[in-house]
């Protein structure tokens, strides 16, 4: 058997018909299907705990996540081959805990809310893999490294140190919160996983057989960025935002790295390495988008491929043989084709033509 814990944010006011109605429903079906559990509402958060059969439980889950009468749906632990029951007497119990006048029960009313209002800050800050693998019943913290054939991409805004030296501050973090969302939703669309961000980059992983979708995230961002530049007037800092992005594959290590508070999920290895490698050297190169041989041989789509030649990977003798994606995204424009220096001087010249400080979509 299984058993499934999640969180909910209710979607409009939850009144006592509203709830009964879901409790009634919920205790005809789950009787069926052998389901058994609680539901607390408190204070607009649903708090739901379902047991029974693995097959039954996930489809009444997918179920449950489509129902418009909440949001964010958060499963907070999932335990599998679970011997007993916890619920076994209830079909579906649903408590207003809200309502619940017992004073014993305040400080369990204040916990939750606690617990609620931490877990919706901490969920923020965790990365998407790691939530991935509490949802899927294992505790990330147990995981054992392990060697894995993956992509790995590496985006970073173009010539950043100059948007930090002369933007005020808000500028700076709203003009990198539009290019990470940029880059966060093309790697979502395409299957990836965001591994983490870097200050302004971002490092982004695909499985093995995922090239095809590592090479699109990189035209998506290259689009995405070529609008937003077209939709800024040039006064706007966002006219001169552009990235580099570096595209290795091979095997490395996924798994927690750190120390004691402080740890990661992330993956180590060469590729990890060679693919920031490329994304640097992209200030050097005509084309925004640069990687290996390796990846470019993972395609199956017929790319338009285009040689970008030989090229040391930092710290190390072997010369890679780098190409890109001939294609007018990928392609820099004139004023950016030798080096980011162009961006800095375009910068540098709105900023001192202009003593307002330049204005953000
Ligand atoms: C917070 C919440 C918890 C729910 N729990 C259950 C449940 O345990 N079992 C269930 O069948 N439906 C549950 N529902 C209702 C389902 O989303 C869905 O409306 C219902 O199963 C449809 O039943 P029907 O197919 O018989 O019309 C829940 C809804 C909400 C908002």
Not at 55 to 80: S, V
Not at 111 to 129: A, D, F, G, M, W
């Amino acid at each position: 058997m299984k058993r499934i814990t999640y969180i909910s944010e209710a979607t409009r006011e939850i009144d006592a018909d509203t709830l009964e109605n879901i409790s009634t429903v919920s205790q005809r079906n789950n009787q069926q299907f052998s389901i058994t559990g609680v539901l607390i509402f408190l204070k607009g958060f649903f708090f739901q705990v379902i047991e029974g059969e693995e097959t039954t439980l996930d489809q009444l889950y997918r179920k449950i996540a489509q129902d418009p009468r909440h949001k964010n749906i958060t499963c907070l632990k999932t335990e599998l081959a679970v011997e007993q029951r916890l619920f076994a007497e209830w079909s579906m119990k649903a408590i207003n805990l809200g309502e619940a006048e017992d004073l014993i029960l305040t400080p369990v009313k204040q916990l939750l809310q606690s617990v609620t209002e931490s877990h919706r800050i901490l969920e923020h800050y965790t990365q998407p893999t790691v939530s991935r693998i509490i949802q899927s019943g294992r505790n990330p913290l147990a995981e054992k490294p392990k060697l894995v054939n993956k992509i790995v991409l590496f985006s970073d805004i173009m010539g950043f140190s100059t948007f930090t030296e002369k933007l005020p501050v808000e500028q700076v973090v709203q003009l990198v919160n539009n290019y990470l969302a940029i880059c966060t939703q093309s790697v979502a669309k395409n299957g990836g996983d965001v591994m983490k961000f870097i200050g302004d980059a971002m490092m982004a992983a695909f499985d093995e057989d995922q090239a095809d979708a590592a090479l699109q995230t990189a035209l998506d961002i290259l689009e995405q960025l070529q609008q937003l530049r077209e939709n800024c007037s040039e006064r706007e800092p966002c006219h001169w935002l552009y990235t580099g992005i570096g595209i290795a594959a091979g095997s490395m290590i996924e798994g927690n790295v750190g120390f004691a508070n402080r740890i990661d999920y992330t993956l180590l290895g060469d590729a990890v390495n060679v693919a920031a490698r490329l994304e640097a050297l992209t200030r050097h190169l005509p084309h925004s988008l640069a990687f290996t041989n390796t990846v470019r041989m993972a395609c199956r789509q017929a790319w338009p491929f285009v040689p970008l030649g030989q090229h040391e990977a930092k710290g190390k003798e072997k010369i890679l043989d780098v190409f890109s994606v001939a294609n007018s995204l990928t392609q820099k424009s004139p004023e950016i084709t030798l080096n980011s220096q162009h961006i800095r001087e375009a910068l540098e010249r709105l900023l001192s033509a202009d003593n307002d400080a330049p204005v953000l979509p």
